[in-house]
């Protein structure tokens, strides 16, 4: 399907995309009716932006590009053309205490997000508000800032809520792309690290990408493995970013007393023991959605200063034009993580 390509508003910028990443939670809009990426917000919302509940969206929440066009209000001095930009992904309302913290994820009006409720980045071009834009140092690649955008993005501030520092020991559970990011942003705070997953595959590409050691769950209790490899202590800080149960369960189990656990995957339950699991270990769990504005913002500062090599995660790079093939092969889950460049 065609669309016309975006004039910007007042405050508005247009970027033509270099690079625009796959995420997980895309799958869910693929595999899912027409339509069901529109339900977070009202008609009335969906309205003022000349959309309604049966139109389909441009995927895409990972933009990375090159600014095209200004809106007449944007400050020049601020945002040029010509700027190398990656998109913080969501717009809010502006006013409630979550938007003027940074958190627009969780808006309390409800979030635009890109690739959602509002056109993504898996096209030519995409309109957003310039205050979306966050520069993109030339040390960074376009397809880097596109896995920063969302996935690296997520993984730091999940580490960062749980103050992960070289005195930690961490564990991380499920090796897709935010997972691997957590792994490599370990490694480049000096931070030992425990790699988790039931691919063969991916558990073998965790050490690749430095972790200290890697479990294959499918063939080992990864909670033994863990407490082995730990002297029976248990990993000060665990990270499940599966979203299963049984991920969760084995995160917190894993971890030492006074243990901090990040629940990131999305998706399913948990069952906990209260008393043994969480109280009588004063372990603390945090559930953590995505990122800040500002937040993306020290995440691309610590990726450049630190010289952590984002593109190494994709093991799939494509054209716009062969989306039905890409689509198709990122839903197998069985690879690393996949852009469309252009």
Same mark, same amino acid.
């Given at each position: 399907?065609? +669309?016309?390509?975006?004039?910007?508003?007042?405050?508005?910028?247009?970027?033509?995309?270099?690079?625009?990443? #796959?995420?997980?939670?895309?799958?869910?809009?693929?595999?899912?009716?027409?339509?069901?990426? &529109?339900?977070?917000?009202?008609?009335?919302? &969906?309205?003022?932006?000349?959309?309604?509940?049966?139109?389909?969206?441009?995927?895409?929440?990972?933009?990375?590009?090159?600014?095209?066009?200004?809106?007449?209000?944007?400050?020049?001095?601020?945002?040029?053309?010509?700027?190398?930009?990656?998109?913080?992904?969501?717009?809010?309302?502006?006013?409630?205490?979550?938007?003027?913290?940074? /958190?627009?994820?969780?808006?309390?009006?409800?979030?635009?997000?890109?690739?959602?409720?509002?056109?993504?980045?898996?096209?030519? +071009?995409?309109?957003?508000?310039?205050?979306?834009?966050?520069?993109?140092?030339?040390?960074?690649?376009?397809?880097?800032?596109?896995?920063?955008?969302?996935?690296?993005?997520?993984?730091?501030?999940?580490?960062?809520? !749980?103050? &992960?520092?070289?005195?930690?020991?961490? %564990?991380? #559970?499920?090796?897709?792309?935010?997972?691997?990011?957590?792994?490599?942003?370990?490694?480049?705070?000096?931070?030992?690290?425990?790699?988790?997953?039931?691919?063969?595959?991916?558990?073998?590409?965790?050490?690749? +990408?430095?972790?200290?050691? %890697?479990?294959?769950?499918?063939?080992?209790?990864?909670?033994?493995?863990?407490?082995? /490899?730990?002297?029976?202590?248990?990993?000060?800080?665990?990270?499940?970013?599966?979203?299963?149960?049984?991920?969760?369960?084995?995160?917190?189990?894993?971890?030492?007393? /006074?243990?901090?656990?990040?629940?990131?995957?999305?998706?399913?339950?948990?069952?906990?023991?209260?008393?043994?699991?969480?109280?009588?270990?004063?372990?603390?769990?945090?559930?953590?959605?995505? #990122?800040?504005?500002?937040? &993306?913002?020290?995440?691309?500062? +610590?990726?450049?200063?630190?010289?952590?090599?984002?593109?190494?995660?994709?093991?799939?790079?494509?054209? !716009?034009?062969?989306?039905?093939?890409?689509?198709?092969?990122?839903?197998?889950?069985?690879?690393?993580? %996949?852009?469309?460049?252009?």
């Amino acid at each position: 399907m065609s +669309f016309d390509d975006p004039k910007p508003g007042p405050d508005e910028i247009i970027v033509q995309m270099k690079a625009s990443g #796959f995420c997980g939670s895309d799958l869910h809009h693929y595999r899912g009716p027409r339509g069901a990426s &529109l339900q977070s917000r009202s008609d009335a919302f &969906l309205a003022e932006r000349g959309l309604k509940r049966t139109d389909p969206i441009i995927a895409g929440h990972e933009p990375c590009g090159v600014v095209v066009e200004l809106g007449k209000n944007v400050d020049p001095m601020r945002m040029k053309v010509g700027d190398r930009v990656l998109i913080y992904h969501y717009d809010g309302c502006g006013y409630c205490d979550q938007c003027r913290s940074g /958190w627009v994820v969780i808006c309390d009006g409800g979030s635009t997000i890109y690739g959602q409720n509002a056109h993504g980045g898996h096209a030519h +071009f995409i309109k957003v508000p310039a205050k979306a834009a966050i520069h993109l140092p030339d040390e960074i690649s376009f397809s880097a800032g596109a896995a920063i955008s969302c996935g690296m993005g997520t993984a730091f501030a999940a580490l960062e809520r !749980l103050e &992960l520092s070289g005195r930690d020991t961490l %564990a991380v #559970f499920g090796m897709g792309p935010v997972g691997q990011s957590a792994v490599q942003l370990a490694k480049a705070m000096g931070v030992r690290t425990v790699a988790v997953d039931i691919s063969p595959q991916r558990v073998a590409q965790a050490l690749e +990408f430095g972790a200290t050691h %890697a479990i294959d769950s499918s063939k080992a209790d990864a909670v033994e493995a863990i407490l082995q /490899w730990t002297g029976g202590r248990g990993v000060t800080v665990a990270l499940d970013t599966a979203g299963v149960a049984s991920a969760r369960q084995a995160a917190v189990r894993s971890s030492a007393t /006074w243990g901090r656990i990040g629940f990131v995957g999305v998706g399913g339950g948990v069952s906990l023991d209260v008393t043994p699991d969480l109280i009588l270990k004063q372990r603390s769990i945090v559930g953590h959605l995505t #990122f800040s504005d500002v937040g &993306l913002t020290r995440c691309v500062r +610590f990726i450049a200063d630190h010289g952590v090599d984002v593109d190494r995660q994709f093991s799939h790079r494509w054209k !716009l034009e062969d989306a039905d093939e890409a689509y198709r092969e990122f839903d197998k889950q069985t690879a690393g993580k %996949a852009v469309f460049e252009f």
